[in-house]
C-alpha cells in the first residue's frame, strides 16, 4: 500500500507561483510512476504531469509554466508550478501507479486527498 499526502496550495495571484509537494509511504517508491492530476466543480479530474524514473510528461495547458521532479531517498515527488493562470485554480491531487507511465487516472493506484490552489486575477 501506498500513502499519499499533498502539500503547498494556497492562494496566489495571477503570475504568481507556487510548490506542490507529495509525501509518500512506501519501501518501493522508486518503482513507482507518480503523477499530478486536478480537477474542478462539475468538470472530470484533468491530468496535469508525470515523472518515472527521470522522463516527464506534462498536459500541453502547463508546458512550459509547471516542472514535476521527485526525490526517491525522501519518498517525495514536487510540482513547481510558475506563471499562475486563473484556469489553473482547481483541486490538486497527487497519484502513484505501478502500471503506467501515462496521462489516464484509471492507471493510477493511488490518490491523496488534494490541496486547493486558487488563482486570483
Known amino acids: 500500500q501506498v500513502q499519499l499526502v499533498e502539500s503547498g496550495g494556497g492562494l496566489v495571484q495571477a503570475g504568481g507561483s507556487l510548490r506542490l509537494s507529495c509525501a509518500a509511504s512506501g519501501r518501493t517508491f522508486s518503482r513507482y510512476t507518480m503523477g499530478w492530476f486536478r480537477q474542478v466543480p462539475g468538470k472530470e479530474r484533468e491530468f496535469v504531469s508525470a515523472?518515472?524514473?527521470?522522463?516527464?510528461k506534462y498536459a500541453d495547458s502547463v508546458k512550459g509554466r509547471f516542472t514535476i521532479s521527485r526525490d526517491n531517498p525522501k519518498n517525495m515527488v514536487y510540482l513547481q508550478m510558475n506563471s499562475l493562470k486563473p484556469e489553473d485554480t482547481a483541486v490538486y491531487y497527487c497519484a502513484a501507479s505501478q502500471r503506467a507511465f501515462g496521462s489516464n487516472s484509471g492507471a493510477f493506484d493511488y490518490w491523496g486527498q488534494g490541496t486547493q490552489v486558487t488563482v486570483s486575477s
Open positions: 515523472i518515472n524514473w527521470g522522463a516527464t
